[in-house]
């Protein structure tokens, strides 16, 4: 089992709230991303970090913000959820960029 | 454009039976990784073939790797009903450590009792 933990795992809320997902890791690892994936179809990077203070865009544009303040934690923000970003969002971690990635269970959004 | 493409999109075998599922990819790599991914929950990684490899074995897994046909292969012998799940492979360019692993699309693997 992986130590990387996301909460919460499931989450239904109505346009335009503000929500904030998390994920947390103890592995100690530096490199952590969060990519975004609808059922049965291949994953989108949405955001990446290299370390504390440290965060990218990734492939995929998102509405979506990300902070890292400590090794740790990697949360993602949605300041006004919308219908379209109903899916599900995972949460991975590595060593390196080019190791295996650790995963967390996913957290699965609707917003109605 | 994405990296790996698996085939095929979904493959349904009985169990006992082997899976084969493929991998192609459109540029250099420092190694070629297989995930498995049950329903509604997070990637596993399965195995790690670096570049400079052939074939590598792992319990029922066995993947190969062509670097001149930038193709990979993952088969699963005398699969189980607990196989049920989908594959992705995922790439990571040759460079430093910050660079990112490309997943593709996937193959849905259903193995019935």
């Known amino acids: 089992e992986a130590d990387i933990y996301q909460t919460p795992r499931y989450l239904v809320i109505g346009t335009g709230k503000k929500i904030t997902l998390e994920c947390s890791q103890t592995m100690g690892h530096d490199k952590m991303y969060w990519y975004q994936q609808d059922p049965g179809m291949e994953l989108h990077l949405i955001h990446y970090s290299y370390g504390v203070n440290s965060t990218e865009k990734g492939d995929l544009s998102s509405e979506s913000t990300v902070s890292r303040i400590r090794t740790e934690h990697f949360p993602l923000t949605l300041e006004s959820a919308r219908p379209s970003h109903t899916s599900q969002y995972l949460c991975?971690?590595?060593?390196?960029?080019?190791?295996?990635?650790?995963f967390g269970p996913g957290t699965r959004l609707t917003v109605l | 454009s994405q990296q790996g493409e698996e085939d095929p999109q979904a493959l349904s075998i009985q169990e006992g039976e082997n899976a084969t599922m493929n991998c192609s990819y459109k540029?250099?790599?420092?190694?070629l990784q297989w995930y498995r991914q049950n329903s509604g929950r997070g990637l596993v990684h399965l195995i790690l073939i670096r570049s400079n490899e052939r074939e590598k074995h792992s319990g029922r897994l066995r993947v190969t790797l062509d670097t001149s046909k930038k193709s990979s292969s993952l088969l699963i012998t005398a699969s189980r009903a607990a196989d049920t799940a989908s594959y992705f492979c995922?790439?990571?360019?040759?460079?430093?450590?910050?660079?990112?692993?490309?997943f593709g699309k996937g193959t849905l693997l259903t193995v019935n009792p």
């Open positions: 995922a790439t990571a360019p040759p460079g430093g450590s910050n660079y990112k692993l490309t």
């Open positions: 991975a971690s590595s060593v390196a960029g080019y190791n295996e990635q650790f």
């Open positions: 540029t250099s790599i420092n190694n």
